[in-house]
């Protein structure tokens, strides 16, 4: 994980808040900006954006988005889907069975009969590998094992966030398996 320096951002975050181990795993925050003076704040705990800092029509800066300011809340949050990577299978999975290949696997469940956003522990839930490569290009990495929360083969995934001077926020996400499985990789809305 490389996040060396702890120097000044406009969202006033702080990087020790967001500092803890989880599951054996160190979690940070990440900063990402571009020249214009904006920036967003990440952890690698789930992924979760924290902050999206951009002027309004004063050109007063503010958070444009719902976040959290530690780590401690994002972990323990009403919300855990916040603005957070999810999967392996966004969305609902019909009282938590899919067949693949004529074999039925069965899932957790976490919303009424069915499995929600991955189950009980998806991927918002996870401490990921974590790689600044720049001042506006994050790479997130999470192998899940096979049998995680049901889904067949280990899955391989790297989601990479980057910032551009257009102020775009891109999120580029890339899988790969050593098994048939399903997958339906995405992040939850920001506001």
Same mark, same amino acid.
């Given at each position: ?22 599951? &054996? ?11 214009? &003076? ?38 323990? !949050?009403?919300?855990?889907?916040? !603005? ?27 919303? &009424?009969?069915? !499995? ?26 999470? #192998? !899940? ?14 989601? #990479? ?8 926020? #891109? ?21």
């Amino acid at each position: 994980m490389t996040n060396t320096t702890d120097t000044a951002n406009i969202c006033g975050l702080k990087r020790k808040d967001f500092q803890t181990t989880v599951n &054996g795993k160190s979690t940070d925050l990440f900063i990402l900006k571009n020249s214009k &003076g904006n920036e967003i704040a990440v952890t690698n705990y789930g992924g979760a954006v924290v902050a999206i800092m951009m002027p309004d029509k004063n050109g007063n800066m503010a958070n444009i988005i719902q976040g959290h300011d530690n780590i401690q809340d994002v972990i323990d !949050s009403p919300e855990p889907y916040l !603005s957070t990577l999810i999967g392996r299978y966004g969305n609902r999975i019909c009282k938590g069975t899919f067949q693949l290949n004529g074999k039925t696997y069965n899932l957790p469940i976490n919303n &009424g009969p069915n !499995s929600l956003h991955g189950g009980k522990k998806g991927f918002n839930a996870k401490v990921w590998e974590a790689l600044q490569m720049n001042d506006h290009t994050l790479v997130l990495k999470y #192998v !899940s094992p096979y049998g995680e929360e049901g889904y067949s083969g280990e899955l391989k995934v790297t989601v #990479v966030y980057t910032f551009t001077e257009d102020n775009e926020f #891109v999120i580029d996400y890339m899988a790969s398996t050593n098994k048939k499985t399903i997958i339906n990789h995405t992040t939850v809305s920001f506001l």
